[in-house]
């Protein structure tokens, strides 16, 4: 069974840094591209990042360019985003979701960590 | 960069059919997924390349993609359908994901 399991998320300051993971299994991670997605609080789902397979090619919302980082390692089966320079806007559940190619449609999706950026 | 449309909200009668339309430039010419969310819990592909039903979605859904409207039909609607739903396109252009605002179905 595909599982994603997100974790990572918590409280943050403007301008704050948060590292978000996402755990997978049930599948070989290499063989997916994977992307994050957020949701603000009763708001739609906004995409936010995706790395290709390999973790050769990412890309990035114009939201979140040079502020957050996606990344990979296969040999662990997870996936990151690093966070930085967080603001409040940055509040939203976090999914991780898999596809077979950063093109593709998202056929996995985990449960998605919270993260509220207040002080 | 592209822009798709949804209108925020669709309601229909059990039994009756929902159609939930994508509004987008030549939206017929890109592949159109289509997402169902339920309060509090994670999005699930419904339909995905415009048309395709993934294993285990009934085949009550249903998708359709020409000019500059992708539709996705729910044959007999049920309250167990009643949810948000998103429809996602790949920009090339922009090499960017692009989703749809969102249509909330509601089941009278």
């Known amino acids: 069974e595909v599982q994603l399991l997100e974790s990572g998320g918590g409280l943050a300051q403007p301008g704050g840094s948060l590292r978000l993971s996402c755990a997978a299994s049930?599948?070989?991670?290499?063989?997916?591209?994977m992307t994050w997605v957020r949701q603000a609080p009763g708001k739609g789902l906004e995409w936010v990042s995706t790395i290709t397979g390999s973790g050769t090619v990412t890309y990035y919302a114009d939201s979140v360019k040079g502020r957050f980082t996606i990344s990979r390692d296969n040999s662990k089966s997870t996936l990151y985003l690093q966070m930085n320079t967080l603001r409040v806007e940055d509040t939203a559940l976090y999914y991780c979701?898999?596809?077979?190619?950063?093109?593709?449609?998202?056929?996995?999706w985990g449960q998605g960590t919270l993260v509220t950026v207040s002080s | 960069s592209y822009v798709v449309t949804q209108p925020p909200s669709v309601s229909v009668a059990p039994g009756k059919t929902a159609r939930i339309p994508c509004g987008g430039n030549n939206i017929g010419n890109k592949d159109v997924h289509w997402y169902q969310q339920k309060p509090g819990q994670a999005p699930v592909l419904v339909i995905s390349y415009d048309s395709d039903r993934p294993s285990g979605i009934p085949e009550r859904f249903s998708g359709s993609n020409s000019e500059n409207t992708a539709t996705l039909t729910i044959n007999r609607v049920e309250a167990g359908d009643e949810a948000d739903y998103y429809c996602q396109v790949w920009d090339s252009g922009s090499d960017h994901w692009i989703f749809g605002g969102g249509t909330k179905l509601t089941v009278l």
């Open positions: 049930g599948f070989t991670l290499r063989d997916y591209a």
């Open positions: 979701a898999g596809g077979y190619s950063s093109s593709s449609e998202m056929d996995s």
